[in-house]
């Protein structure tokens, strides 16, 4: 199972790379195996602000629908319009073209909340 040391994660399965105060988001290796052949991703708050934790999009798999959820306050600035020709480059990518959107901070503070790699894998027992 991949889970790159240079990216922060979430109890919700979503890697999250930091840019400054821009971050992109995706869904893990773990997260992807788990949902199986992805169909469809769809994100419809683009040039919204969320708060953590609210729902910003869906990716639907041949098994089931599942939301996606926001890891840190923001406006999210950019959809990987890929995505919606090739769904499964969240399958085959899941950490490089296979990412999802890209939001601006909003409180850098959020950060310091996300889960390290090694406390990432302790949660999926990798």
Same mark, same amino acid.
Request: charged residues 30%; proline residues 3%.
């Given at each position: 199972m991949?889970?790159?040391?240079?990216?922060?994660y979430t109890?919700?399965?979503?890697w999250?790379?930091?840019d400054?105060?821009?971050?992109?988001?995706?869904?893990?290796?773990?997260?992807?195996? @788990?949902?199986g052949?992805i169909?469809? $991703?769809? $994100?419809?708050?683009?040039?919204?602000?969320?708060?953590?934790?609210a729902?910003?999009?869906?990716? @639907?798999?041949?098994?089931?629908?599942?939301?996606?959820?926001?890891?840190i306050?923001?406006?999210?600035?950019?959809?990987?319009?890929?995505?919606?020709? @090739?769904?499964?480059?969240?399958?085959?990518?899941?950490?490089?073209?296979?990412?999802?959107?890209k939001?601006?901070?909003?409180?850098t503070?959020?950060l310091?909340?996300?889960?390290?790699a090694?406390d990432?894998?302790?949660?999926i027992?990798?």
């Amino acid at each position: 199972m991949n889970v790159p040391t240079d990216l922060k994660y979430t109890k919700d399965h979503e890697w999250v790379k930091i840019d400054g105060d821009t971050v992109t988001v995706g869904i893990t290796d773990f997260a992807q195996g @788990e949902l199986g052949d992805i169909v469809y $991703v769809e $994100v419809e708050s683009l040039e919204e602000t969320l708060e953590v934790d609210a729902v910003f999009g869906t990716v @639907e798999a041949v098994k089931t629908v599942s939301d996606l959820f926001l890891p840190i306050a923001g406006e999210i600035i950019e959809f990987n319009e890929s995505l919606e020709e @090739e769904p499964e480059k969240v399958n085959d990518d899941p950490y490089g073209d296979g990412w999802m959107i890209k939001i601006k901070v909003a409180n850098t503070a959020d950060l310091e909340t996300l889960l390290s790699a090694d406390d990432y894998k302790a949660i999926i027992g990798a």
